[in-house]
């Protein structure tokens, strides 16, 4: 009996064995079983906290300011017939006011004086025939002002699973659940 125990147990494996190798490319790997299958579950999310980045941020800035700017205007010459006629006033007042040999000197002095003054009237005060004009213009810069601002860089991810707890770094805020693939390999 224990003869025919014996026979029958190692028909049965031999029986498997020749199945397992029959259809080994139909499904299953060399040892009989089908290969591992993915299944999906959801952890629980317990905690997530941001991971921050500063980044140097640059703004371009536009500040414009009127500033004086000068022309010289050059005025035409007009003509000497000021000069003349101042001249001819001021010697006579002067040969008016003056006694005996002064009376030249002021006659002089007076000629000169009244030149000058019939010029600056005739011909504006500026001795060169010119003078400056000022006109307010825009000038404008830009600049840039360097500011530090605070990015989200990732999410530091806490989550249970079957009791454990883990952790992981995710580029996105998972919400609530995870979902997680789960392996199944077979066991030897």
């Known amino acids: 009996m224990k003869a025919l125990q014996s026979t029958m147990a190692v028909m049965v494996l031999l029986v ?34 941001r991971i921050y980045r500063e980044v140097e941020v640059s703004r371009p800035v536009r500040e ?8 010289t ?4 010459r007009r003509s000497a017939g000021g000069m003349l006629v101042g001249g001819l006033v001021g010697g006579f007042i002067g040969h008016q006011l003056g006694r005996g040999n002064a009376r030249k000197v002021a006659t002089v002095i007076g000629t000169i004086a009244g030149a000058k003054i019939g010029h ?27 500011d530090y601002e605070k990015v989200i860089d990732g ?18 805020d998972p919400g609530k659940r995870i979902k997680m693939r789960v392996q199944f390999a077979p066991v030897f």
């Not at 080994?24 to 299944?39: A, E, I, S, V």
């Not at 414009?64 to 022309?71: A, F, G, M, S």
């Not at 205007?73 to 035409?76: E, I, K």
């Not at 060169?128 to 600049?143: F, L």
């Open 16 to 49: 498997a064995n020749a199945a397992g190798a029959a259809n080994n490319g139909h499904g299953h790997n060399k040892h009989g079983f089908k290969p591992r299958q993915d299944l999906y579950e959801y952890a629980r999310v317990t905690s997530v906290q």
């Open 64 to 71: 414009c300011w009127e500033e004086p700017v000068y022309h």
């Open 73 to 76: 205007r050059s005025q035409p």
């Open 120 to 146: 600056d009237v005739v011909n504006g005060h500026s001795g060169h025939g010119s003078h400056e004009i000022a006109r307010y213009e825009e000038h404008c810069e830009t600049r840039y002002e360097v």
């Open 155 to 172: 999410y530091d991810v806490t989550y249970n699973y079957r009791g454990r707890s883990y952790q992981i770094e995710m580029p996105y």
